[in-house]
């Protein structure tokens, strides 16, 4: 029992530098990928997001849904394609985008956050959905570079809506649909959007949960995670294709967070119990930080 009690005691004690040093700032938390196939997972990850609002950091909340996406397609007997990471978006799938992420996933997110909240009584704060076309919160042109179908590219992010809702102790939830000029509905990649906003709020932190530890230095071999990576070293492991598939969006829109203001990046392995908390909180951390090379 006394070591049990010295444990608790070592923890706190490490974890209140830093509970000090990030309190009222912003954290964006993406939140996607295999870890909300696990229900069980997904509640005790609200649960950390909520810990990390009742110790005075603002978590905003960027949630992608890629699976359930692709589920639903062949559902409907329609085959997922990709190109460098990115959803190909036709009409159809367009309207199934929209439909599971701000017509499932979100509501889904809210409601558990609120739940959660309920149950231990949270003083007044309270989850809430948005999506892109909220108070123009994230305004978009057609993605250019290559024919994608319907997928924005952010041109410009409306934060006030943010700023509004977490000082009335909200926690925003965002589903990553954008609008044009003329109203046109269009997809975003949710690391994508996770980036920009977190630059926009010029946020304390953003992380990433992922599939996998974090970022490697060599592809496929789990001993080389990088526990800390700056900008010029990503570069590099980008052009030489060590970063592939759906972590290139990743490492490109953490590069644009971190050019944009954001202090520090984080790659977790989001299936990992408490890996927030984990990594926030405890000195050695669990997965990548990424920081600016004048750092």
Wanted: charged share 25%; hydrophobic share 40%.
């Amino acid at each position: 029992m006394i070591k049990d009690d010295s444990l608790r005691a070592e923890i706190l004690v490490e974890a209140l530098p830093y509970i000090k040093k990030f309190w009222n700032k912003i954290v964006v938390i993406k939140y996607g990928g295999s870890a909300m196939e696990d229900k069980q997972l997904e509640k005790l990850i609200i649960k950390d997001i909520i810990l990390l609002r009742y110790i005075g950091m603002k978590p905003v909340i960027v949630h992608g849904g890629g699976p359930e996406i692709s589920q639903e397609m062949k559902k409907l007997n329609k085959v997922p394609q990709f190109i460098n990471g990115l959803r190909v978006t036709d009409r159809d799938t367009m309207d199934i985008t929209e439909m599971v992420l701000t017509g499932k996933i979100n509501t889904r997110l809210v409601a558990e956050i609120n739940l959660c909240i309920s149950e231990d009584q949270g003083n007044g704060i309270k989850g809430i959905g948005l999506s892109g076309e909220d108070a123009q919160l994230l305004m978009v042109k057609k993605y250019d570079t290559i024919d994608l179908g319907y997928v924005g590219e952010i041109q410009k992010i409306n934060p006030e809506i943010l700023f509004l809702l977490l000082e009335k102790d909200y926690i925003p939830v965002i589903a990553t649909i954008g609008v044009d000029a003329s109203g046109e509905r269009f997809n975003i990649n949710a690391d994508t959007v996770a980036g920009e906003i977190a630059a926009a709020l010029q946020a304390e932190k953003l992380i990433y949960l992922t599939d996998v530890e974090g970022v490697f230095r060599k592809l496929d071999d789990t001993s080389s995670l990088i526990s800390s990576l700056k900008m010029e070293e990503a570069r590099e492991l980008l052009k030489s294709g060590q970063i592939q598939h759906g972590m290139i969006p990743k490492i490109k829109s953490a590069l644009k967070a971190l050019e944009g203001g954001v202090k520090k990046v984080h790659f977790l392995n989001g299936k990992h119990v408490h890996s927030i908390l984990l990594e926030i909180f405890t000195d050695r951390g669990v997965g990548t930080e990424f920081f600016s090379d004048n750092e």
